[in-house]
């Protein structure tokens, strides 16, 4: 089908040979494009919006050919929440709760421990109502409801929420799992140790406790001094091993004691060099290896972790380890295997390969996904063992038959080994009634939710079915043919009716209609026309309205339409006259036209077009698709301007003066033919008429010639005024208070705002407003004193201010309207040993402001926000670093400014410690309240100086290479900054040594404005060399705050 545009080019085509009085029904027809033929099926890539009669593309594809039941819905099915046969549950993460999940399928395993929680006493449990939901209160009640869950669910995972509330845990952050493994034993032991029955008060020991003692040996006397202790678990280090029994070994190895940790032997009443090992007594059914990954680094001040690679047997016999209790049994089987995914230490997930002791099959416990390994075998996979971020990765040993090697297991549970015996009782476990009473409880409550979840996929694919076949039927009947009675229906409407997604609301055809209430000719593209039968039951089923049908095709709106056709095409034949009439030599009477006017001509008289005939303007400002002509004013020749006309509203109003004469501007305008203004006056019938004869408005004349005169005036002024000033004009001969002039003991004051406007006056007299007034109440305070002293004038508030000669303010006294003279004398008083000076200002200065000023500013510079400090990058000899990478901050004309001034650096004078001393702005004030807000905050620094050369130079930051700008807050920490600084320069905190002028920056938890670091300061940095171990410092980029660890939690009995 031919474009949009075209088809209602071709739907108008007609007018160029019709009259309005002689339109048809057929030309009514042709411009609503009733008879243009429908697309088929697949011949439209999408739907033809200019066609009323296409059908295809708009959503029907999805409804007419076979239909998947499961594209009548977006309800999973679910029984894919359902536990499969013979499977374990999953644990829901709740965010960064896999460390906790791990532990818990590792527990809720060891079959002792869960045979001992149900045997716990629960009166809240048996006693409870099934009609409400259980809710456990202590964490013996939560974790004997969890492995009941675990044990006997229908679900195939389930919500530790519970659990983790009442440990008061942070789900949004992930914790040490050895620490948590720790702390939650405890926990649980101290809960079980309030339990009646004598053998539920010891479970914890009974499974996970093992004995060995410290032994300190005296090499003087042989003395042996023993010191037993109890263990949960061994915590081997694994930092330069290979396998589980080197660790082992250097866990009981030998330590000597010599030098200043020599040993205080009771036997010899004195310090004495001494041995101490560990010995090993009994061991727990359950051992617990902790393979220490996660290390403090004392050179980061973080964890980090060790990704080496530890091979441990499937296997282990403990008993070489052992002294002493020859009958204890020493042999133990793997059991569970804890994994750490990630080479952080603070970023990751954890997992739990964990052993059936029933079946003896291993599993993969990965939060909700559970996974059966094949073979009865330990599968570790490579996914989760080797981190794929780490930058030297070591190659997997190979491991021997019955061995298994890992860089990621953080903990090895080994259990004691059994006699293989028949009995089933040791390996069953089952869930006492009045827990299972509640899992019941909950399995009812999921078959429930199965159900619903069921009945809701049904019914809608029940629906869409029937929306299927309603589809199906109606869509045959859509297409209107030759000569049938037939309807409009919105597109919109039609596509949200083929859409299942949306609600389909009633048909609307409001929006639709023009001012006469039937269909208006600019909409057919936005309609569809079908068939009568087919538009019946859509209003039967649907409702709404109107109804448009044959009747409402607008015979009003066509002939309009045609109407403004025709003189549009009349406008381009007028038009090219026209502009061929201009170009010749005017002969005879003329007529004044403007020459904005004359070049969008064309254009305003589209736009009247439009205007007369609303009702056939399109919304966009658009006829038919075709938009306003816009007017090359080339041709009117090159000797019309270009000029702003898109504010041009009536023609020939841009030669109309303010009082509605003609404009006295003789360029704006030009003179055309009788004939030419004959043409325009017939499309501007209200447009401003000027013969040639007219004179230019007087009063325009008048007002005129008094600028003039003011001009004059203005430039005379400023002539006498720069004769009389010359040298303050010119800035020579200037006097300073570093050196007092000889021949006065008086210099007079003025402010440097007012001297500068002044000058900006002489430069441009007829474009800068004479300087009437001395404002010298901006260097006063409230109280009319004076807000500076004679010292600190001499050390930089001289910038504020501008010195005069006496005879230079006498003539600014007879010039100008002073409100408050203000003079610096000079006075020697003579003593019989020397002479001394003595300066002093009229009027006095104001000790209270000034104390109050000087506060004000040293408060602004401890208490600022968001300011920029710049952070200079050096290495040994103090050179700056040329560092390739274009600065981030750096304006384009400070990139300029560097090509163009390369800074020098002076071997004897540290560039990196040196800052510029004139950095503040200047003053501006516009009017008399401004001047009076300053005067009452005191005075503001200003931007540039005035050099004794009486050159202006820049003081804004020029960045060296090497420097960065970063924006900080007084109240922000040097650890904050250090983070700061490694984002932009890549050197970690440990590495930075950062001074400011010559003083080191130590102390990490000191503020920056408690450091003297104020704004515009330049930091030094001096790197150390940068640390190899890519993952400290992926721990660095993690840690931004001090580690609360599990403080503030139910572990530690919060």
């Not at 004495?272 to 902790?290: D, E």
């Not at 698709?625 to 019309?640: D, V």
Request: glycine share 6%; charged share 25%.
């Amino acid at each position: 089908m031919a474009p949009r545009l075209q088809l209602e080019k071709a739907a108008w085509r007609w007018v160029e040979t019709v009259k309005p009085e002689d339109i048809t029904r057929e030309h009514i027809e042709l411009a609503y494009r009733v008879n243009v033929p429908a697309c088929k099926r697949g011949a439209c890539r999408r739907n033809c919006k200019g066609n009323p009669n296409c059908l295809v593309g708009i959503g029907e594809q999805a409804w007419l050919g076979e239909i998947d039941e499961n594209a009548f819905h977006n309800i999973d099915d679910p029984n894919s929440e359902r536990r499969d046969k013979n499977t374990f549950v999953g644990l829901t993460n709740l965010g960064a709760t896999c460390y906790v999940n791990t532990f818990l399928q590792v527990w809720f395993h060891n079959l002792e421990l869960r045979r001992s929680l149900y045997l716990c006493h629960n009166s809240r449990a048996q006693e409870h109502n099934i009609d409400s939901d259980y809710e456990p209160q202590s964490i013996c009640e939560h974790l004997q409801y969890l492995f009941a869950l675990l044990q006997n669910s229908n679900r195939r995972y389930i919500d530790p929420t519970g659990l983790v509330k009442a440990l008061g845990l942070d789900t949004g952050q992930q914790q040490d799992a050895q620490e948590f493994s720790k702390l939650f034993l405890s926990l649980l032991e101290d809960t079980l140790s309030k339990q009646k029955s004598p053998s539920l008060q010891n479970v914890i020991q009974q499974q996970f406790c093992g004995q060995f003692s410290y032994v300190t040996v005296c090499n003087q006397c042989g003395r042996a001094s023993p010191l037993p202790s109890r263990f949960y678990e061994l915590e081997l280090n694994i930092q330069g091993h290979k396998n589980l029994t080197e660790c082992v070994t250097e866990f009981l190895k030998e330590e000597k004691l010599d030098g200043d940790n020599r040993y205080f032997c009771e036997s010899c009443q004195s310090k004495q060099s001494a041995t101490r090992r560990i010995r090993l007594h009994s061991l727990p059914p359950t051992l617990n290896l902790q393979l220490m990954r996660f290390v403090f680094d004392r050179q980061t001040g973080h964890k980090k972790k060790l990704n080496t690679f530890i091979s441990f047997p499937e296997q282990l016999d403990m008993g070489p380890f052992l002294e002493g209790k020859e009958d204890q049994k020493c042999v133990y089987e793997l059991s569970a295997v804890l994994i750490h995914r990630g080479v952080s230490a603070y970023s990751g997930h954890y997992i739990a390969h964990v052993k059936d002791a029933r079946t003896s099959d291993w599993y993969k416990f990965n939060d909700e996904e559970i996974e059966k390994m094949e073979g009865k075998k330990l599968q570790l996979g490579i996914e989760e063992d080797i981190a794929e971020t780490v930058k030297s990765q070591a190659r997997k040993p190979k491991c021997s038959k019955g061995y298994h090697c890992s860089r990621n297991a953080y903990m090895l549970v080994y259990k004691v080994q059994e006699e293989e015996s028949s009995d089933s009782s040791r390996t069953n476990v089952e869930v006492p009634a009045f827990l299972q009473r509640l899992v019941d409880r909950d399995n009812h409550k999921f078959e429930e939710w199965c159900s619903e979840m069921a009945d809701m996929r049904k019914q809608s694919v029940d629906k869409g079915k029937a929306k299927h076949e309603e589809v199906k039927e109606l869509y045959e009947l859509l297409p209107a043919r030759d000569g049938q009675l037939y309807e409009f229906i919105p597109l919109e409407w039609l596509k949200k009716w083929l859409d299942d997604s949306t609600a389909t609301k009633e048909i609307d055809n409001s929006l639709f209609l023009c001012s006469h209430g039937k269909l208006h000719p600019d909409k057919v593209g936005d309609a569809k026309r079908v068939s009568l039968p087919a538009a019946q039951l859509l209003y039967q089923r649907y409702g709404g309205g109107p109804r448009l049908d044959g009747s409402s095709l607008c015979k009003e709106c066509v002939g309009q339409r045609c109407r403004v056709l025709r003189l549009k095409n009349q406008l381009n034949e007028d038009y090219r006259e026209v502009s061929s009439q201009v170009k010749r030599t005017l002969s005879g009477e003329g007529y004044w036209v403007g020459k904005a006017s004359l070049r969008s001509w064309r254009q305003l008289a589209m736009e009247q077009l439009e205007e007369d005939e609303h009702e056939t303007k399109h919304s966009n400002g658009q006829t038919n698709g075709q938009g306003p002509h816009t007017t090359n004013s080339k041709e009117f020749g090159p000797e019309l301007p270009e000029g702003n006309e898109e504010e041009m509203k009536t023609f020939n109003e841009d030669i109309l003066c303010s009082h509605g004469g003609l404009s006295i501007l003789d360029s704006e305008r030009r003179l055309v033919s009788s004939e030419v203004w004959t043409k325009l006056r017939a499309y501007f019938p209200k447009a401003p008429e000027f013969t040639q004869n007219q004179e230019p408005c007087q009063q325009c004349l008048t007002l005129e010639q008094e600028e003039k005169d003011n001009e004059a005036v203005s430039k005379m002024m400023a002539l006498d005024q720069k004769n009389q000033l010359l040298n303050l004009f010119q800035e020579k001969n200037r006097p300073t208070l570093t050196k007092w002039p000889q021949g006065t003991d008086v210099l007079y004051i003025v402010p440097l705002f007012f001297v500068d406007e002044w000058r900006k006056f002489i430069r441009r007299p007829t474009k800068s407003s004479p300087v009437s007034s001395v404002g010298n109440s901006l260097l006063l305070c409230p109280h009319g004193g004076f807000m500076f002293t004679y010292d600190s004038l001499v050390n930089g508030d001289a910038q504020h201010i501008a010195l005069l000669w006496p005879s230079e303010w006498e003539v600014i006294s007879r010039l100008f309207i002073v409100d408050h003279p203000i003079s610096i004398h000079c006075s020697c008083q003579a003593t019989p040993s020397n002479s001394t000076t003595q300066y002093s200002t009229l009027p006095e200065l104001c000790w209270e402001c000034r104390e109050g000023f000087i506060f004000q500013q040293q408060r602004d510079l401890r208490e600022y926000t968001q300011a920029t400090i710049y952070i200079r990058k050096v290495i040994e000899d103090k050179r700056l670093v040329k560092e390739a990478a274009p600065e981030p901050n750096a304006s384009s004309s400070e990139a300029e400014e560097e090509k163009e001034e390369q800074p020098k650096v002076d071997g004897e004078k540290d560039p990196d410690f040196s800052q510029s001393e004139d950095g503040a702005k200047r003053l501006k004030l516009s009017d008399g309240n401004a001047a009076a807000a300053a005067a009452a905050a005191g005075p503001v620094p200003v931007a540039s100086m005035v050099k004794p050369g009486g050159i202006r130079r820049s003081t804004r930051h020029r960045k060296l290479r090497g420097e960065k700008a970063l924006i900080v807050s007084a109240n922000q920490t040097l650890k904050e900054l250090k983070i700061q600084i490694m984002h932009a320069f890549s050197v970690a905190p440990f590495d930075q040594n950062l001074s400011i002028d010559g003083k080191c920056l130590t102390d990490d938890s000191a503020t920056l404005g408690s450091l003297g670091v104020i704004p515009e300061s330049i930091i030094c940095l001096k790197a150390d060399e940068p640390i190899a171990d890519y993952a400290a410092m992926d721990d660095v980029y993690q840690v931004r705050m001090p580690e609360e660890g599990f403080k503030g939690t139910g572990l530690l009995g919060h």
